[in-house]
């Protein structure tokens, strides 16, 4: 491996916060490196290495989500950047947060890999190390796709440094597959709802990711379709989709059996700070609802990454995940959907038709409905109410709330920030059927892949997919209904080469492919490498991804 020098911007105080299991606290008076050679020190640098995974996912969430078919832009704007494309540069607003927050963590990993030969031992050091290098691992699978090749950095710098050298896409691909297979053979095998750290099923998961996607590269194996399956079966390991779709996102109920990995919070951790230490994946995704202006009874909400009319029909009638996923039905006060058992009495103040009614179905429903509707009571038509309808009308409440991400608490605040205390799943158990699927069709067995994917179906209450229908464009399809709003798309689209022709098919503000041209005739798929990296390093002769 070359040698790495990387301007890091790690801090030690990073225990700052703390989830339901990893618990941290202030070591005062005591210098971090004799804090770090104790059992208990150590155990507090590995939970930061956690703690660093906020950083990465609690933010705006536009380099997972921006840009693609599924989501686009309400009344508020998005960078245009990295929703638009043309005009992506270096210095684009948030370009830089994967690249900051993924090396942090990886820093802070450093630390606890460097730390692990020196502290006091015992039989769990192996286990816990095993834990940090999954997280260094996903912090380059994140780079490696967001970016291309990066410097791989395994140093614990004790000091800045201003000269650091790129690696190839390949050679990160290899090592994050060798930090993985590490990984594998040291974590635990307790399941994830108990423990919340990282086991053997979380790496299995990544690791058919990381196959699934390297196999689309050109510096692909032949085989790493076949062994993204093989990864996929391990980390099902016959584990059936059991859970209704109304329950895997209902508030409370984050840490379920199908939950592989996630970023964890509690309100304690946020306490201090309640609008600045939480996440923000609830701000998303719908229309402006009132917020503070609602004393409590509605999500602020962004107006931005509002559902596409192509996000929207992907449901059809009977999908259980329609009402999962969407507030569809909203009361007078927004949260009694959560904080009020009986609604028989609530009046109804929206109603979002969904796109497989007929007139005939509007009437019904007027009908059924005409005892219940409140004062201002407004009916929704499907067609006006995806984010394209914002250039015809952006009115507060126009585009459909997407609510399993709603943090209903009564100690969530109304107002701007990162404010909910809801864990972010970044990985779970419908997903791992869905890259099964793609891998077994990757590779060349479309029967084991279709089953896959219909188990998925199963639990979502429509009918079975045909093998004459399966392909990769249903598999995104799938992919759509099941994850809507989960912090994948954008990966989801550059991995399977499908990221131009869908967002110009479905995303309004991407009119053309134009959109993406670049210098040097390379289309804008990579992100470009953050102008402040570029600034910052000494060596000159750190390439930009061609295209910028």
């Not at 980390?235 to 859970?243: D, F, V």
């Not at 969407?326 to 006060?333: L, R, S």
Request: include cysteine.
């Amino acid at each position: 491996m070359k040698k790495i020098i990387l301007l890091l911007l790690f801090v030690t105080s990073l225990f700052n916060s703390c989830n339901d299991f990893i618990e941290e606290e202030s070591l005062s008076n005591v210098p971090a490196d004799e804090a770090y050679k104790t059992a208990v020190g150590f155990q507090l640098l590995v939970n930061a290495n956690y703690a660093s995974l906020k950083d990465i996912y609690g933010g705006d969430p536009w380099l997972f989500v921006a840009g693609t078919d599924m989501y686009a832009e309400g009344r508020s704007p998005e960078p245009a950047g990295l929703s638009q494309y043309k005009q992506l540069i270096p210095a684009s607003e948030g370009v830089d947060q994967l690249y900051m927050a993924c090396y942090q963590l990886i820093q802070s990993v450093n630390k606890t890999v460097y730390y692990s030969a020196i502290t006091e031992q015992n039989a769990n050091i192996p286990v816990l190390v095993g834990e940090a290098r999954f997280l260094r691992a996903n912090a380059y699978f994140l780079l490696v796709q967001t970016y291309g090749g990066v410097p791989i950095v395994e140093e614990n710098f004790t000091n800045p440094t201003l000269q650091f050298d790129r690696n190839s896409a390949q050679e990160v691909y290899t090592y994050i597959i060798k930090e993985l297979e590490a990984s594998l053979a040291a974590v635990g095998t307790t399941a994830y709802s108990t423990s919340g750290r990282v086991n053997k099923k979380a790496v299995n998961d990544l690791l058919a990711k990381v196959y699934l996607t390297r196999g689309y590269e050109s510096f692909g194996s032949s085989t790493d379709f076949a062994t993204a399956a093989t990864y996929a079966e391990a980390a099902i390991a016959g584990q059936g989709l059991i859970i209704l779709p109304s329950e895997l996102f209902y508030p409370g109920n984050d840490l379920n059996a199908e939950t592989i990995f996630s970023v964890q919070y509690n309100f304690n951790s946020t306490s201090s700070s309640p609008t600045t230490l939480g996440n923000k994946q609830f701000y998303y995704y719908s229309s402006y609802l009132g917020g503070a202006e609602t004393n409590g009874s509605a999500p602020l909400r962004s107006y931005n990454l509002c559902p596409t009319t192509y996000a929207l029909n992907l449901f059809k009638q009977g999908d259980l995940r329609w009402d999962a996923t969407f507030m569809n039905v909203v009361y007078e006060k927004y949260y009694d959907f959560f904080r009020v058992a009986d609604k028989s009495t609530l009046k109804i103040k929206h109603f979002y038709e969904p796109m497989w009614y007929t007139a005939a179905d509007k009437t019904a429903w007027m009908t059924a409905n005409s005892t219940k509707l409140a004062t201002g009571f407004v009916y929704h038509d499907k067609g006006t109410y995806d984010a394209a309808y914002t250039l015809v009308k952006n009115l507060d409440y126009q585009t459909i709330p997407v609510k399993k991400f709603d943090d209903p608490a009564t100690t969530t605040p109304s107002s701007t920030g990162p404010v909910s205390t809801r864990d972010i799943i970044v990985s779970r158990l419908a997903d791992t059927y869905l890259i099964a699927a793609e891998a077994y069709l990757k590779s060349g067995n479309s029967a084991a892949g279709l089953a896959k994917l219909n188990v998925v179906r199963t639990r979502a209450g429509v009918p079975n997919a045909t093998l004459a229908e399966f392909d990769i464009n249903y598999i995104l399809d799938e992919r759509g209904r099941e994850m809507l709003g989960e912090y994948n798309r954008w990966f989801d689209l550059k991995r399977t080469g499908t990221l131009v022709a869908r967002a110009v098919q479905y995303n309004y503000k991407i009119t053309s492919a134009a959109n993406f041209n670049g210098n040097n005739g390379t289309l804008k798929i990579l992100r470009p490498i953050p102008q402040t990296v570029l600034d910052l390093n000494q060596n000159k002769n750190f390439p930009q991804n061609p295209a910028y």
